[in-house]
């Protein structure tokens, strides 16, 4: 699974150009959580093209646009669309479920 490191400076650009579907996923170096999330969901068979980076604790500017308030925060993009928050559990099981809810939904303009 190919992984991105994004930054305040390239989030929206990035996200916008990029084909396929973007498991957008903020953490921090802090938190036990992100630091599992970092070092699994790579080798999970999740129905994305790639796992988009981004350290909450050096981009503020993106925590705060899509209001992430508690670590690890999933998103979901497809073709440029944003598809919202995934609350789920951080299995391959219940990650693909939440991934195809939320992509069955209307999209959203990125925050």
Not at 34 to 56: F, H, M, N, S, T
Not at 62 to 75: D, E, G, I, T
Request: hydrophobic share 40%; aromatic share 8%.
């Amino acid at each position: 699974m190919n992984e991105l490191e994004l930054t305040d400076f390239d989030i929206d650009h990035r996200l916008l150009e990029l084909p396929g579907t973007s498991l957008v996923i903020f953490t921090s170096v802090g938190c036990s959580s992100c630091r599992w999330a970092r070092r699994e969901l790579p080798g999970l068979d999740l129905p994305v093209d790639r796992v988009c980076w981004i350290d909450a604790g050096n981009n503020g500017g993106a925590v705060q646009r899509y209001s992430v308030f508690h670590l690890p925060a999933l998103f979901v993009v497809r073709d440029g669309e944003f598809y919202g928050t995934l609350h789920s559990r951080l299995t391959v099981t219940e990650l693909s479920a939440a991934l195809g809810r939320a992509l069955s939904l209307e999209s959203e303009e990125l925050p």
